[in-house]
């Protein structure tokens, strides 16, 4: 009988104390599994198109690493580190209420 792993909170955010980044996880998880791509990964990285997506990977300006699956189309990212770098990048910009408009 295999084991199979049941994905809900990431170990690492927690270990890491970052509630967000925990939060994330557990929610894009929970959502997509481990891996996501596609259009779900061009909306989650905020790029208006899947040419923009393109263009990014072609420029090597994407904040998260992508690859290949072998017999699947597109390209994929695995869930923790768009997590890691969407709670990164929100807590770079401070609380939203120190933000101006």
Do not use: C, K
């Amino acid at each position: 009988m295999s084991q199979h792993t049941h994905y809900t909170d990431s170990d690492e955010a927690v270990n890491n104390g970052d509630p967000l980044q925990a939060l994330m996880q557990a929610t894009l998880l929970r959502e997509y599994g481990p891996v996501i791509g596609g259009d779900e990964l061009r909306r989650a990285l905020g790029l208006a198109s899947m040419d923009a997506l393109r263009q990014a990977v072609a420029r090597q300006q994407l904040p998260v690493p992508v690859f290949n699956i072998q017999h699947r189309r597109g390209l994929f990212a695995l869930t923790t580190d768009l997590a890691q770098w969407l709670a990164a990048l929100r807590l770079s910009h401070g609380r939203s209420d120190d933000r101006t408009v």
